[in-house]
């Protein structure tokens, strides 16, 4: 079993800094932003028109929060700002599944960028939304965190050998634990990828924080791509309890909303993009992660009415 673990119930406040950075100016920007001490935390997202976008979140009080303020005024950004409370541990307990996300620098690869193969007749026709992954994530070992139990791609999620023979040992149903392997020789890495292998219900329209993009628009066939979070909306998935049985649902599941955009690069299937779900997990999970100590886990209670 694991050891129980004794957590400071203290409330915490979150702060949320979002902005565009213009073409020509990312390299002094990210620059200033290194200076400040926000390489962890900002997250490059490529936007329409070859422009970056850059998200941060400060628990408070955190003096870099004024800096990055500063740094926006001065460059003549546009940005959105947020704070929120932060739910304590024992709050998050008493939510049947909470969201999974990392607060942490993305890794370099996409899945078909170095390799990693799939099976386009599972997927969209159009887009490939769901295609299956056939084989394990393909990275550049100087990609991956040399210390730490925790990270992510722009699509995928991966724990530490530690974390995975935690997740192991207390038999954690509904994922594999997939080992990461070397794009340069195939060799293993010491990271596994959380492959879930159960597929939620749509979200209740009473979800908050998830848009739909005009200028991103969803697949037109399985419109199951393009969503993405806003910063302006506290993320709240709410789920329509007559339409499952919360307590048959494995340790883990998944969504069927997928984030972000997909398609198929024909020519060129590296270039090929595949929209992911996000990674919810029950109270199981979120005790062995917080036994373990795991940083960069961000928990989102998710709700059944």
Known sequence: MVAPYRALFQLKRLHYISFNIPRGRERRIRSALAEIGCEEGWRPRLLPMGLERFEFCFELPDPRVDAVLKLAHAEGLIFVTR????????????????DLSVDRKEIDPYGPTRGTTYDLSTGCPQCGTGATQTSPFLAPPRSLPKTGLLCASSSETFVATP????????????IELRQVLSSTDRTPLPWFQIVSSFEMPKMAPSTKGIIRSSTLPPCPRCQRDGHYHTPEERLQIVYDSASLTVGELPDVVHTWECFGRSGIHAENFRYSRFAPPLILVNRKVFEIFRAMRVKHARFTPVRFV
């Open 83 to 98: 704070v929120e409370q932060r739910f304590t541990d024992s709050e998050l307990r008493s939510f049947p599944l909470l």
């Open 163 to 174: 974390l995975a023979d935690a997740l192991r040992a207390e038999d954690v149903s509904g």
